[in-house]
């Protein structure tokens, strides 16, 4: 789950009006460099991610293979945590960004010369999403922590919108893209998905930033590499909506269930599945977008916990529904519940984060995001089979209103935030 809001009519402690300050934040070159930078690599990456599970299937006609891929896709970024997030803070950020890119364009590469060659195998397409994987583990949370630095501090919250924005419409183009270029054959996609890898990076490359990064000086140490994990548990503000966040996803996954309720309770074909998938993801641009124009300045902590409510009452409503267009209306207002939700959570995590310590704390953001979303699918597929798909699906909408219930007690910093931009360094 995730969400963000950021909508006021008002100014506020110097903030341009709404719509003048969205318009300058898409007018900074830097930012137009970051946003191109960040939807080419997104769609590279959902293309690719087409392409492995059609040619896994068709390799093996075993839906366990493509569970497996997701797991060892998943891995390398818990393997790595601790190790990607220091990197991130020791190093030049868009060095390591510009790095991760180019491997992945040379791997995806790689992947279209040994499928066009036909040399691959399963064996070969586990080796290459775990590369990828890797490579992603350092990329995501470095490619977060390099955002304050392209934009100002009171920017920031209508860039994490337009950010968030990016990958929505990379999750509605690169599926559609990579399943169009898949009739040519796999070894397209992935010279398709190396192309826009490279890309980014280029574009990355021209990226000048507004801010210098502090940079990480201590030494190596358990206490630098544990850092990002102490100061989470240290600041009520952030553990709060980031196990927020957690809980909502991995109790409220009923996308994991969609094929079979498309077949089973809908009624409907693939046709009717590809609505569905998309659903969400319609929702969540058209929030992104409007966040960016209306940013959020205030009780952005109980807009969050409403936005989490919504969510799992839209979970509910997707569960009970038997008719087409209200399972879709209730999967578009999920996904629009669900950005505000990650926009609110993305922009607390970076304002309230000391520069030095971005990526270590993006790192650890990341890993919980990815986390749940397996974790949730896994979840949803046990209780599936335990209760049926309209019971886990009900489960997890009333699991979510019982942790925003919850989480409003255990965390009155969160829900008593008033705005983004109001709280001390420490």
Known sequence: MSSDPHASSRTDAGTPPADSASESVFRDTGFRLFWSARLCSTIGYQIITVAVGWQMYDLTGDPLMLGLVGLVQFLPSVVLLLMSGHVADRFDRRRIVRLCQIAEGIIAASMAAATLAGWVSST?????????????????????????????????????????????????????????A????????????????LAAAALVTALKLRQAQQRLTAPVSVQTLFAGFAYIRSRPVLLGAISLDLFA????????????????????GPWGLGLLRSSPAIGALATAIWLARHPLNKRVGRVMFGAVAVFGLATITFGLSSWLPLSMAALVVLG????????????LVQLDTPDDMRGRVGAVNSVFIGASNQLGEFESGVTAAWFGPVGAVMIGGVGTLLV????????????GRDRLLDTPRH
């Open 404 to 415: 925003v219930l919850a989480w409003m007690r255990l965390f009155p910093a969160l829900a």
């Open 182 to 197: 898949y009739v040519a054959g796999p070894g397209v996609v992935y010279g398709i998905g190396a192309t826009l890898f």
């Open 249 to 268: 996803v991995l109790l409220g996954g009923a996308t994991a269930l969609l094929p079979i309720y498309a077949r089973d309770i809908l009624h409907t």
């Open 336 to 347: 629009a519940s669900d950005m505000i939700s990650v926009v609110v959570r993305s922009t």
């Open 124 to 180: 070969l397409i586990f080796a290459f999403v775990a590369l990828i994987g890797a490579s992603r583990a350092f990329e995501t949370p470095t490619l977060q922590a390099l955002l304050p630095g392209v934009v100002g501090p009171r920017q920031l919250a209508r860039a994490v919108a337009l950010s968030s924005s990016a990958t929505q419409a990379a999750i509605i183009v690169g599926p559609a893209l990579g399943g169009f």
